[in-house]
């Protein structure tokens, strides 16, 4: 068995399967009015650095979703930001996750309606949790466009921000406020992936699903250990360095 996708069954023996199932739900919550347009040309280009880390969490990945889970663990004020690409893809595994570590979790979009929203803070309620979305009260200095828009009792006081998907100039100006930024970008040489103090090169829904796992597991004395020793220069590095040598080895195939 498998999927309906645009009125085509996706059999699970597909090549594609899963990269196919998540643009299907992109594209349903699209048209829900949840995802932006420019979302789903944001989601393309993720999955475009995908394919050149092999659609697989990576070691260099996971060592830093160890590092993100431990930081989180440590904060005292963590916060998960949500746009309507992370609602469309895992907003079960978000709200799992905030719960486990104790995490509030807001919304932030560039493209802010209120139609948008209500839709991703109703769909979040499906899940049990209310989460911070209508009526900011609080700026992001430096910042001139709609996700400067936050709550004081959210990102504007956290001690820690994860930022799922790429947004860089909001996590440039969230760490010149003091913060400690988490990204999970596919695309280690974006903006985002160059200021966070965590970046995570892995796919989003993946990620996530490691994170809960590891928050589960890991403690307050392992979460110290483990950010001691963790160098995000060197993650992103690796990260590179992978696709360097996995290209060559492809090239070589041809």
Not at 194 to 199: G, K, S
Not at 215 to 234: F, M, S, T, V, W
Request: charged share 30%.
């Amino acid at each position: 068995m498998g999927f309906w996708g645009n009125r085509l069954m996706i059999p699970k023996s597909h090549p594609r399967y899963e990269s196919l199932k998540k643009r299907e739900r992109l594209i349903k919550y699209f048209r829900k009015g949840i995802v932006a347009e420019a979302g789903l040309i944001a989601h393309g280009r993720g999955e475009a650095f995908d394919y050149l880390i092999g659609e697989k969490t990576q070691p260099f990945a996971y060592e830093a979703e160890k590092a993100a889970v431990a930081m989180m663990k440590l904060s005292k004020s963590p916060v998960i930001s949500v746009n309507g690409n992370v609602t469309a893809l895992c907003a079960g595994e978000i709200v799992e996750l905030s719960r486990i570590l104790n995490s509030k979790v807001e919304v932030n979009l560039f493209y802010r309606t209120k139609k948008r929203v209500n839709l991703i803070v109703r769909e979040f309620r499906r899940y049990g949790i209310d989460v911070l979305g209508k009526e900011p009260d609080a700026r992001i200095p430096g910042l001139e466009h709609n996700r400067a828009l936050v709550f004081s009792g959210g990102i504007y006081s956290a001690d820690c921000v994860l930022v799922p998907l790429e947004d860089g100039d909001r996590t440039k100006a969230l760490k010149g406020m003091g913060k400690k930024v988490i990204a999970i970008d596919l695309n280690p040489l974006s903006r985002t992936s160059q200021e966070a103090d965590i970046t995570i090169v892995d796919e989003l829904t993946r990620a996530v699903k490691v994170m809960i796992d590891l928050a589960k597991k890991i403690d307050e004395n392992q979460a110290r250990e483990i950010l001691k020793n963790y160098d995000n220069r060197k993650i992103i590095s690796q990260s590179l360095i992978f696709i360097q040598e996995r290209l060559r080895e492809l090239s070589l195939l041809l």
